[in-house]
């Protein structure tokens, strides 16, 4: 039992994990529930997202196993370690498992995610820290517990929650591209990601149009705050938006998803001038092409973000918990621990109906 400074709740010694073992294969298994050591909090996981820079490690191998992934965590604080004030057994918590130094070349420059600190992984299961929300508890450590765990109101759900860390780094990106109310974005793409970009564009008073190659999320992309939608296999996605904006083409253009040619595409939509953003291109393995003429002539700025900011880290957990966001429209399944496998190959090979997939470490099977 790891040693507290109030009453803990129950931990048992061993718990289920999701564990990787390379071949871009993942297995539940019986192993030790982690122990925490000072300034350090334990968390019963009760929900964690499935996210697409996980699922991209374990298809494609990217870490060395064994690792347990999942990183859009939510749960309840199940221990707190000597000299934690902060939280207390019983909180509801969502934890970040990336947080900067702040004091460093790169935090001084607000460039969060290349601080050495960020990236080193602050939360774990167990082996090598790597997010651990597939699982039934994880270990928070220190810098994490300190400047990296927001309270869940009562009355939200574990599920909602979950949606915080992805929603940071969309509005990360929103900041930085910095919309305004009189331009034409287009986001392509409309998985759970390109739906929070619309969701937070149309809060800017931008028009927004979207695209996606399944009905079903065009029509979510129109109740989260889209313009226009469009199908880029059927229709003149570039030739539309030009139609729109006198002959020009988009101010701004979101790629958030990540086939080919879709950067390709992405110049056509855009106008001379225009900015656009790499937000799913996060693989090394990954490669993009693209004009010379379209960036240089075309006096275009091509960009990435990545990740989440400390500084949004409340304003974040204030859209998803506040309800001016319809986040709830992005859940389409939950499933117990036992069924992360088809978890997984549902992700990867997404129905019409499916969007965030949300684990519930909690529960084994249906039943429970």
Partial sequence: MPTVDSEPIAVPATMHAAVYRGQSTVGVEEIPTPEIGPGEILIRVEACGICH???????????APPRIYGHETAGVVAA????????????RV??????????????RRKLFAQCPVYKKVGITAGFEPAGGGFAQ????MDWIADRGVERIPDGISFERATLVEPLNTCLKAVVQCDPQPDEFVAIL????????????????????????????RLAVATRCGADFT???????????????????GADLVIVAASVPGIVDQAMACSRPGARVLLFAQTSATE?????????????????????ASVELQNASAS????????????ISHRLPLGDIGSGIDLALHPGPKSLKIIVQPQRWSHSE
């Fill in 319 to 330: 859209l998803v918990f506040g309800g001016e966001l319809p986040v709830e429209e992005l």
């Fill in 53 to 63: 820079t996980d699922l991209k490690k374990i298809e494609h191998n990217l870490l």
């Fill in 94 to 107: 969502v934890a970040f498992h990336h947080i900067p130094c702040l004091d460093c070349f790169y935090c």
């Fill in 189 to 216: 793409g409309q998985g759970p990601i390109g739906l929070m970009f619309t969701m937070l564009v149309h809060r800017t008073g931008a028009r927004v149009g979207a695209t996606d190659a399944i009905a079903e």
């Fill in 230 to 248: 469009w199908n880029p296999r059927q229709a003149d996605v570039a030739g539309e938006i030009k139609r729109l904006t006198q002959g020009r």
């Fill in 287 to 307: 490669r993009i092409e693209a004009s010379g003429a379209d960036i240089c002539v075309g006096e275009r700025t091509l960009f990435g973000c990545y990740s």
């Fill in 80 to 91: 707190v370690g000597s000299g934690v004030t902060k939280y207390r057994p019983g909180d």
């Fill in 137 to 140: 508890y994880v270990r928070v």
